[in-house]
């Protein structure tokens, strides 16, 4: 096992030796790193004099008591017989392949053997030594990091993105709350909400990737999305369309309400006929019918509870969105809220959401 450091965020990681002098990519930051090398094994020196001449391989075996040899070792002087007799079969006990240690032990303790490869395993063997198998679940031990690592890299890019969409909606609300307040659509706001998504999706991803530049370049147009449509929504809303009126100020809501009096026939019947005839286009031409007919209204007013006024203001504005914009309005306002300008600052959100979320333009 190779340990070293990332050169970029200091993250400690260790890798097998096969992949020393190779580029991988830390688990942290997702930057490349180069693996160390492996410094070169000296051979230890040897002293001649410690050397002791053998003989040549050719030498008869005749010379050689195994018998003897056997017995100085505490064998028996029988089993002399029974590697004679292995001779006789072709077996020839210093030319066979030697027996893994772990494989010999598992067939003398009596286990059974890998369902993958095939190797012997003891009877309380868990993994396979040989191939990684997990004899339990019948999966490589390598598979279950993997997917174990999968599920938590999913999981943290399914937190992002979650994360992420609420971000864009307030800072999209809030763009709208100031565009409401002031009457002006400031463009960097806009231009804010890319960064601010952009860090939001990377810091809960705990990456930066060009996965998460896509989902910040996708959530910041959202964050937009949902400013338009609440600045559109306002423009829609009683207060923006009776905007010249005071709703609150009584005179002014009067003013706004004669046509309703008239159109309804609410006035008394000596002055509903007069008022017919003599109103045009909201005003009267007769000044004395007009402040009596304004007088009726005051008075029809003061008896409307909150409720009635608001119903009113509503009723009168959507007739008017209506006859000004057709029934399909919100679209129609949402597309003719969209300014050449508007273009400068959706590129500027989008590229800012894409170059944090991403890390950059282009892969390190």
């Known amino acids: 096992m190779i340990k070293f450091r990332c050169e970029d965020c200091g993250q400690k990681m260790g890798v097998p030796e096969k992949y020393a002098g190779r580029a991988v990519k830390c688990t942290k930051c997702g930057h490349g790193v180069n693996v160390p090398e492996l410094e070169p094994v000296e051979p230890p020196e040897i002293d001649p004099s410690e050397l002791v001449e053998v003989g040549s391989a050719d030498e008869p075996f005749d010379d050689y008591d195994l018998e003897e040899a056997l017995a100085d070792g505490g064998g028996h002087p029988g089993d002399a017989d029974d590697l004679g007799a292995l001779a006789e079969l072709g077996g020839d006990p210093m030319e066979s392949e030697p027996v893994a240690a772990s494989q010999a032990s598992a067939a003398a303790t009596g286990g059974g053997n890998c369902g993958k490869c095939g190797s012997p395993v003891g009877p309380e063997a868990v993994i396979c030594v040989q191939c990684g198998n997990n004899l339990k679940l019948g999966v490589n031990v390598k598979t279950i990091a993997r997917a174990k690592a999968t599920a938590g890299f999913a999981g943290k890019t399914m937190y992002a993105v979650i994360g992420g969409a609420v971000v864009a909606c307030v800072a999209g609300g809030i763009w709208g709350g100031i565009a409401i ?68 100020d009584p005179v002014d809501f009067a003013e706004l309400y004669v046509d309703e009096m008239v159109d309804e ?100």
């Open 181 to 248: 307040g002031t009457g002006y659509e400031i463009g960097w706001v806009a231009w804010g909400i890319g960064a601010l998504v952009g860090f939001a999706v990377a810091a809960m991803a705990q990456r930066q990737d060009s996965d998460i530049g896509i989902a910040a370049v996708g959530l910041s147009i959202l964050g937009l999305v949902v400013g338009k449509a609440i600045i559109v929504q306002w423009m829609l809303s009683p207060a923006y369309i009776l905007s010249e009126f005071d709703l609150e």
């Open 265 to 364: 026939g609410l006035l008394k019947p000596s002055l509903q006929k007069r008022a017919e005839e003599d109103l045009s286009d909201g005003y009267f031409d007769d000044e004395e019918l007009g402040v009596a007919v304004m007088a009726a209204t005051m008075e029809q007013v003061a008896t409307m509870s909150e409720s009635e006024r608001d119903d009113y203001a509503q009723r009168r504005t959507d007739k008017f969105v209506e006859e000004e914009y057709g029934d399909k309005s919100f679209t129609m306002l949402l597309k003719m809220s969209i300014e050449p300008i508007d273009a400068l600052w959706i590129l500027l959100c989008v590229s800012s959401a894409w170059r944090i979320g991403s890390g950059g333009f282009s892969e390190d």
